[in-house]
């Protein structure tokens, strides 16, 4: 679990950088905003977001986050458990109009 202050690397692209912010969305996806180091010329680059199973923590507190609240530990998924089910794959097109 990675929280805010730490210093991750996306194992996908390599990027590394701070996280700066979580985001957790209605159906359980967990996204972090990353923000890299200081590129050329000194241009500060955007704040990159990236799924959490997508990162690894490198350094735990890389940054002082005094007086920030540590998040609750709670297990998510990227999805609700039974998403499968509720697809409407594999059904007619006019199902999805029909009132029930």
Excluded: F
């Excluded at 180091?37 to 199973?53: F, M, S």
């Amino acid at each position: 679990m990675v929280d805010v202050g730490d210093g991750v690397k996306d194992i996908i692209t390599g990027l590394t950088g701070i996280a700066v912010c979580r985001c957790e969305w209605l159906y359980g996806c967990v996204r972090v905003g990353v923000q890299p180091c200081i590129a050329d010329k000194g241009k500060v680059p955007d704040i990159v977001y990236v799924d959490e199973p997508q990162l690894e923590v490198v350094k735990r507190d890389a940054v002082a986050t005094a007086g920030v609240p540590k998040r609750r530990a709670v297990a998510r998924t990227h999805g609700p458990p039974g998403r499968e089910e509720q697809s409407n794959r594999g059904r007619p097109a006019d199902d999805y109009h029909r009132e029930e």
